[in-house]
């Protein structure tokens, strides 16, 4: 299971909607198939791991290991359940159950009337935590939410004037090649007016291979500019106005609702103090990257104020990150 857990990775910001899910075929305490889960519209996990066995007349006597409870319902592709029913493999060891209503213990029962011995819950935490995404946009009705900034050593995220249109950075390249990767990693980015007007930004991996997310704006009034790099041909931008929500209260939910309806299950947070402070006072988010670059402002835009528990300290360079989760 740890080796599916691995693997599945490897589908990172491309399988999205669907989970990221890990297989591995084991006969005679040895692996001879594995995969993990295609770009969206392509094979799932179990599908790729079986195709993977150069010698099928083994898959009888195999045991298979899967992240997550195999599908058994038709979406882009066949169900998986009934692909490992066809190959007659006679075991079946899952991470964890699938909470999709579509799914929801159909697959494992599927397995079970099929005559496959099915043990569930193997590493269950590990693989839950793995599938955070999907399981927060299942279970929560709402995209999983990562909140990034970067803040100077005196707790300022943005000077109080700037000369242009055009970021005033507080970490380092290396700091800035990490984000462009977090962003291939998920499904959405979202940023607000001011962060469009003061820093034109493009919310691309422009410095990291992946898929660029689809930008997000709050733009209230609709002020921004389609001149505004966010509406160039890089990716998809939707406009959040006051022709889709109510911007009187439960701003960040009335997001996540809409964001929810649009089949994202994941975005990372990049705007200014207003924007974050908006789904933290509503407690709507999951995870907080906070770095903190080697710089002083002395006056500016201060950082948000939020209460997270702590999980690691990392060092890039001259920038310190820390990670907190949201219980």
Request: proline share 3%; aromatic share 8%.
């Amino acid at each position: 299971m740890k080796r599916c857990l691995e693997i599945a990775k490897n589908g990172l910001g491309s399988t999205r909607p669907n989970p990221m899910v890990g297989s591995v075929i084991v006969h005679n305490n040895k692996i001879i198939g594995e995969g993990y889960t295609s770009k969206y519209g392509g094979n799932h996990a179990e599908v790729n791991a079986i195709n993977a066995v150069t010698d099928k007349s083994l898959l009888k006597a195999s045991t298979l290991y899967v992240t997550l409870e195999p599908c058994s319902h038709f979406g882009k592709t066949p169900p998986c359940s009934d692909f490992i029913i066809k190959h007659q493999i006679a075991n079946v060891v899952i991470g964890c159950m699938d909470d999709n209503e579509q799914v929801a213990g159909q697959g494992i029962k599927k397995l079970k009337n099929a005559g496959c011995n099915v043990i569930v819950g193997v590493l269950e935490d590990d693989c839950k935590a793995h599938h955070k995404r999907f399981f927060t946009f299942h279970n929560k009705k709402r995209p999983y939410i990562v909140l990034k900034w970067a803040e100077t050593l005196d707790g300022f995220i943005a000077p109080s004037t700037k000369k242009n249109n055009t970021p005033v950075w507080i970490t380092n390249t290396f700091s800035r090649q990490l984000v462009h990767q977090w962003r291939s990693e998920e499904q959405a980015i979202l940023v607000g007016t001011t962060t469009v007007a003061q820093d034109n930004p493009s919310l691309t991996v422009r410095d990291w291979t992946g898929q660029n997310p689809i930008r997000i704006v709050i733009d209230r009034k609709n002020k921004c500019s389609k001149k505004h790099a966010i509406f160039n041909a890089a990716a998809e931008t939707i406009v959040i106005s006051e022709k889709e929500i109510n911007f009187d209260s439960n701003v960040a939910k009335q997001i996540c609702d809409l964001l929810h309806k649009k089949n994202i299950n994941s975005m990372i947070i990049e705007g200014g103090t207003k924007t974050l402070q908006t789904f933290i006072d509503e407690n709507l988010w999951d995870e907080a990257r906070v770095f903190t670059g080697n710089t002083t402002f002395k006056q500016g835009v201060k950082a948000p104020v939020f209460s997270g528990r702590f999980i690691k300290e990392k060092k890039i360079k001259t920038d310190s990150l820390k990670i907190y989760q949201n219980d």
